[in-house]
């Protein structure tokens, strides 16, 4: 999945109003960049050029004219002017879970849980809880083992974006799994309404070994049963072939 969106929220302006004949006009932008991101800009435009503009990240007025330099370093000098250019960023910034929860819902993550075997023989292997493309950003991973929280032995990564605005996030715990334990990985998220469980299944990872065993044997058989049928097939012409001899 990839999520590839700017958005640009466009609206003329009242910010400049008082200097609309000065300036010609005002566009303020919100743009959001990402979910955790918005870039604000209060853009000052004539006859359809951007001759200047205020950035909020870098926090100040920039002219791209002789004249609107001069008014930019005005502007810059004014701390009234700055503190409502911040405001107007935070009112962006307030706007961005509105905007992003109309666009999309939490995502739930997908979850793998695998055996990681490691050369290490101190750390002979552990078992890999990784969740895969979620939104938000916060979510929570716990091991238990049959059913009790197991917090030694644990290590996590952050939440890791994916660059898309989807995270992903994987949690180890050092165990070799005994038979007949219960491990499991607890995934709390806001997609979730309630906690999910992803058990630990031993047999899976045998189960693998053993198809991978049978398709084998399959293939086995089935080289031998060809090579029976040749070696039949020359046998019963070279029998064929003795009587006439
Ligand atoms: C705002 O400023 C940043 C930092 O200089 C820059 O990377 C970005 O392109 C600017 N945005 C616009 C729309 O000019
Ligand atoms: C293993 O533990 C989890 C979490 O406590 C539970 O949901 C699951 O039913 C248990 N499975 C077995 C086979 O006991």
Request: with cysteine; charged share 20%.
């Amino acid at each position: 999945m990839h999520i590839h969106c700017t958005l640009l929220l466009t609206s003329v302006f009242l910010l400049f109003s008082r200097a609309d004949a000065y300036f010609g006009y005002g566009l303020i932008r919100c743009l959001f960049t990402s979910k955790d991101d918005v870039v604000y800009l209060a853009q000052i435009y004539f006859n359809k050029v951007l001759m200047g503009q205020y950035n909020s990240t870098l926090g100040k007025y920039v002219g791209y004219t002789e004249k609107l330099k001069e008014v930019a370093d005005e502007l810059n000098k004014n701390e009234r002017f700055l503190e409502q250019e911040k405001k107007n960023e935070q009112k962006c910034r307030t706007n961005i879970p509105l905007v992003f929860n109309v666009l999309s819902r939490p995502v739930e993550p997908t979850v793998k849980l695998r055996l990681v075997e490691s050369p290490d023989s101190e750390h002979p292997g552990m078992l890999m809880c990784s969740a895969y493309n979620f939104y938000p950003k916060h979510i929570k991973l716990t091991w238990l083992r049959d059913g009790k929280e197991v917090t030694t032995d644990v290590t996590s990564t952050e939440e890791l974006p994916n660059g898309n605005w989807l995270y992903q996030i994987h949690s180890h715990l050092e165990i070799i799994p005994k038979p007949g334990e219960n491990i499991s990985c607890m995934v709390e998220h806001a997609s979730l309404m309630e906690p999910k469980f992803y058990d630990w299944d031993p047999t899976s990872e045998a189960q693998k070994n053993k198809i991978a065993i049978g398709v084998a044997g399959l293939l086995l058989g089935l080289v031998f049963v060809l090579s029976g049928a040749v070696f039949y097939k020359r046998n019963t012409t070279s029998r064929i072939l003795v009587p006439t001899s």
